[in-house]
Each structure stands twice: as structure tokens, then as C-alpha cells.
């Protein structure tokens, strides 16, 4: 680690905070219909879709609304996928996806998890990556937000009937917010050299006379959108660490910017919306602090080296430069590599599946703590949002008090959807896990050996339900067996999480909003703060940890007494 890399983290954090701020503003504004500067493309979806955008919607009502448009998107775009061969824009002729990767393609980018079992540039045509996967990156981001948005206005009075319209809130997620912010970083990405052509592919002849294929493509505005809306899914296979998606460490940290600002601003927003800006700040002081622990820990883990490197005499200031870019650096690469696991981004600079065990144990249990560190857009607030409920219960029990939050009383009903929601990420990552390590036809498709092997199978079905979509490597994930477990993993982590957490949003909405009293437990200063990391760590820990043990905790031991697989 040095002083140099440190000040690159610093200044990409300080970046994201400065803009997270204002924006934090603005998207409330957008929530209470207060941006209007596109009021007549507005009207006019709205009488298109024959939305009433005044009309409120219960929490019943505004699930199935999300769970419908949703259902709509996957089956248009299975339907794109299958049908691409016929379609036009596919200048290189590609075929139709089969059958079990385009179902897992579709919900892969439906759940916002953008889970790829396949390499955009050998699989993709250019209508397949703009119309149907990049439309899809804007409307998980925009379902992601509107969520979110519900789930603070519960807290945000008392008695309330409706939690918004669902329709408007996309509406307006999508034109103010979403579409302003990719159209400005797609064009600064096309200035850093991120290619954005409908032209085939261009032809080059190497230095010995071979015919080499370049890929080209649309690609600049889906990485906007792709950081933006915390998609992560790539234009070509090799993601951000492809030289045409990450072209430079500037284009880097503009990624890691990018997949950072709304999360982080959403937090903010939260505040605007109850009117108390400190319980924002209280949940983003949480989030940064994971963020920085998580970059430390890789950073610390990947300058160190490889032990076995390191006994063969390689110079030890180096580092673990396996899988990654020199253009990039250990530090911009720590940094990516904890902001796209925290913030459920699932975009890579670097194979995480040639870190050191430390290393690569760092994203896999960011994941694992329930993508809210600061998490996907609006996902990530509504997830904190869970933890934040059972925080204060566990205050209620310490205190003897009922438990209290923002003037909101947390009963038996709440504390248990809480748990439910919790509880779906271990049920499908430990379970699919479990069976798919002892399952001949799951483990066919294991590199290797050993705890390092277990960690390639617990990463997959970990950054399916949590959403993320990165993968760690080392595994043939085209297969009829995986495409389709992982791609219920990724519909039990995004549905099956959200619908107990809109059933809370429902019932906490209709309670009365009680004023703050002498006994009333503080939730914006430093100890609910501890709180709040405590208790998220601890169902991390306690959930994960055996797994963890027998993968990379085992491998760094077996790796610092000299044995490999």
C-alpha cells in the first residue's frame, strides 16, 4: 500500500460524497413531483399508459404494479434474446440465445443482478444490447429507486393510505434522474475512448500476419447505465477490465463514481423525505465505513502478494498483480472491487478469482452482508432500512422499551417480515450451494480443487441472490443445471426480499407517527451508528461464516504453509 494510492481512494470518495449531497436534494424533489423541466414527455407517458400518477397506491397495489412490469420485461426480453438471429443490428450474424440462457440472461437483467453467462461481444447482437439489455438497466434501476422511495414515505407520516403511484415514480426516476446522468457520462465515456458504433466488427493484422477480430459496438452509454443504475452487466465478457470499458484509470474512477453517487445520495434522500436529514447521515456514515473497511482489507491483501509468489523469490513491492491492469493499479482496483460487491454492481476491473484468499474473501462477504453497504440502487436503502428495523428491536430488548423508530412503533408483525426478508439471501445461498457441491452435474463445471473450488460455487449462488452479478471465475456457468438455479437464486433475492419489505412499508404507514419523548432511543448518533454496523455484522457472521471457513479462510492457512491445489 502506498501514500499515493491511498490519496486516488480518497479523492474518488470525496468525488462521490460532494455529488452525492445535491443530488440526495434533487431526487426528493423528483419523488414529490417537484421537477418538472420534462413535464410534457411526462404528460404525455402518462396518457400513453393511461396512468393517473396522483392516484396512491397501497403497498398491495404498488407490489403487484412492480412485480407486473417486471413479468413484462423478462418475457420481452427472453423473447428478443431467442429471436435475435432474425432480428436486425447483428451485423456479425449471431444466433439466437438457447433456450436456458436467454431465461437466464432475462432475469438475470430483470432482478438488476446482470449475472453473464456469456461474452457480450461473442454472443450479443447491437439490438439485443440496446434495446433489450440496456433498456432493462434503466428499468431495474428505476423499480429499484421507486421502491425505495415507498419505503420512506412510510416513515414519513402517520396514517397514510398509499405509499405513491408506482407508474409515476419510474416515470419520473427514469426521465429526470436516470436518462440526464447516462446521457452526460456516456458522452464522457466516448471522450475517454469507450467505442459507440453501430459498425461490424473491424478486421487487423497482427505483427506475424494473423487476422485478429476487434469487437466494437454501442457500448458507452450501457456502461453509463450500467454503473449508474448498479447493473453491472458488460458490453464485452471481460467487463471493466476490458480495455474498450475501462480504457483508462480515469474512465475507472468515473465507474466507481458513478456506481456509487445514487446509492450513496439515496441515503440522503431518506433524510429529506422523514424531514430529518441526521437519520441520512446516520445510515451513510455506516455505509462509507464498510466501504473503507472492505477497500483496506483487499488493498492490504493484494499489496502484500501471493505467499507462494513470494517464497519463489518475486519481488515482493509488486505485489498480487495476477488478473488485474496495470493501467489501473492495486489501489483503484481495491477501491472497484469493495464498491461493486458493497453497492450490488456486479461490474469488475480485475478477476477476482486470481486474488489472494484474504482478498477475494473481502467481496464475497460484502455480498453476503446483504448488499446495503451502500447496495443497489434503492435496494440498498430499503435493505438497510431491514437492518435498521431489527437495530432498534434489539435496543427495544436491551432498554425494556418497545421498540421505535422515527416516531414509527416496530411490533411483532414488522420484526418478522424483517426476519423473513433477511432470511431469504442464506436460504438460497447455503441451500443451492449445499446441493450443487455434492450434485455431480454442478460440480463438472468447478476448476479446481479444494476451498478454492467451494468458493467458486458459494460466490456464484452468493452473487445471484444478493443480486450482484460479478462472478468470481473458475466456473462453466452455461450449463442447463446452473443457468436455471442461479437464475432462481437472483428471483428470490430481489422478489422474494421485496415483498416483505413492502409489506412493512404497508404497515408501519398506517401507524400513527408518534412524537419524539425523554425515552425515545436516539437513531442518528454514534451509538445507533455502532449499533447498526454491530448488528449487520453479526447475522454477516454468524449466517456465513462456517462456509467461509471451509473456502477462503481455509485456502489463505493451506497458502501461508506453503501448500497450493
Known amino acids: 500500500m502506498t501514500l499515493i494510492g491511498w490519496a486516488q481512494i480518497a479523492l474518488v470518495l470525496a468525488a462521490v460524497l460532494a455529488a452525492a449531497v445535491p443530488l440526495a436534494r434533487y431526487i426528493a424533489a423528483v419523488a414529490a413531483g417537484r421537477v418538472t423541466f420534462l413535464s410534457p414527455v411526462e404528460r404525455a407517458i402518462y396518457a400513453a399508459g393511461g396512468i393517473e ?83 432493462q438497466n434503466f428499468l431495474s434501476a428505476a423499480t429499484g429507486i421507486a421502491l425505495a422511495l415507498a419505503v420512506s414515505r412510510a416513515f414519513a407520516g402517520g396514517g397514510l393510505r398509499g405509499l405513491g403511484n408506482f407508474w409515476a415514480d419510474i416515470v419520473r426516476v427514469t426521465l429526470y434522474v436516470l ?89 440522503l434522500t431518506f433524510g429529506h423525505i422523514v424531514r430529518d436529514i441526521r437519520q441520512g447521515w446516520a445510515l451513510l456514515v455506516v455505509m462509507v465505513a464498510f466501504v473503507l473497511a472492505g477497500t483496506w482489507m483487499v488493498y492490504a491483501a493484494e499489496a502484500g502478494g501471493n505467499p507462494l509468489h513470494l517464497a519463489l523469490g518475486l519481488d515482493a513491492a509488486q505485489g498480487n498483480m495476477e488478473g488485474k491492469e496495470v493501467r489501473f493499479g492495486q489501489a483503484l482496483v481495491a477501491l472497484f472491487t469493495a464498491t461493486t460487491t458493497g453497492a450490488s454492481c456486479g461490474a469488475v476491473n480485475a478477476m477476482f478469482d486470481s486474488f489472494t484468499p484474504l ?19 434503492g435496494s440498498g436503502l430499503y435493505g438497510m432500512l431491514v437492518f435498521v428495523l431489527l437495530a432498534v428491536f434489539v435496543a427495544g430488548l436491551m432498554v425494556g422499551r418497545t421498540p421505535e423508530y422515527l416516531g414509527k412503533k416496530v411490533q411483532a408483525r414488522e420484526v418478522k417480515l424483517a426476519m423473513l426478508a433477511v432470511l431469504v439471501l442464506p436460504a438460497a445461498i447455503l441451500g443451492f450451494t449445499a446441493v450443487a457441491v455434492v450434485l455431480p452435474v454442478a460440480v463438472a463445471s468447478i476448476q479446481d480443487q479444494g476451498p478454492h473450488g467451494l468458493s467458486e460455487m458459494l460466490y456464484a449462488y452468493t452473487s445471484a441472490a444478493g443480486n450482484n452479478g460479478s462472478a468470481f471465475g473458475g466456473l462453466t456457468a452455461d450449463t442447463p443445471w446452473l443457468n436455471t438455479t442461479l437464475g432462481i437464486a437472483m428471483l428470490l433475492g430481489r422478489f422474494g ?69
Do not use: C
Open 53 to 135: 400518477p396522483t392516484r396512491a397506491m397501497g403497498w398491495k397495489m404498488y407490489t403487484l404494479a412492480m412485480l407486473a412490469t417486471n413479468l413484462a420485461g423478462f418475457l420481452a426480453l427472453y423473447a428478443l434474446l431467442r429471436l435475435q438471429g432474425e432480428l436486425p443490428f447483428n451485423p456479425q450474424g449471431f444466433d439466437g440465445v438457447p433456450p436456458w440462457l436467454a431465461f437466464n440472461t432475462a432475469i438475470s437483467f430483470v432482478t438488476n443482478t446482470n449475472w453473464q453467462a456469456y461474452s457480450g461481444e461473442a454472443a450479443m447482437s447491437y439490438l439485443s444490447q440496446m434495446v433489450g439489455l440496456s433498456v
Open 359 to 377: 482478498g477475494g474473501l473481502v467481496p464475497l462477504f460484502l455480498i453476503q452482508l446483504g448488499e446495503v453497504l451502500p447496495g443497489g440502487v
Open 497 to 565: 426480499y421485496v415483498v416483505p419489505v413492502m409489506a412493512i412499508a404497508g404497515s408501519l404507514a398506517a401507524k400513527p407517527k408518534l412524537a419524539a419523548s425523554a425515552g425515545t432511543f436516539p437513531t442518528h448518533g454514534p451509538l445507533f451508528v455502532g449499533l447498526l454496523a454491530g448488528v449487520i455484522l453479526i447475522l454477516g457472521g454468524l449466517q456465513f461464516m462456517p462456509a467461509l471457513a471451509l473456502g477462503p479462510v481455509a485456502e489463505h492457512f493451506m497458502l501461508a504453509a506453503g501448500k497450493s491445489f
Open 179 to 267: 436518462l440526464p446522468l447516462a446521457l452526460v457520462l456516456g458522452l464522457a465515456f466516448v471522450a475517454l475512448g469507450v467505442p459507440q458504433t453501430l459498425s461490424a466488427y473491424a478486421e487487423a493484422t497482427t505483427l506475424e500476419g494473423a487476422t485478429q477480430t476487434i469487437p466494437l459496438g454501442p457500448a458507452a452509454f450501457q456502461v453509463a447505465i450500467k454503473h449508474l443504475g448498479t447493473n453491472g452487466g458488460g458490453f464485452f465478457g471481460a467487463n471493466s477490465a476490458h480495455p474498450f470499458e475501462g480504457p483508462s484509470a480515469l474512465a475507472t474512477a468515473l465507474q466507481i463514481w458513478a456506481q456509487q453517487v445514487i446509492p450513496f445520495a439515496l441515503a
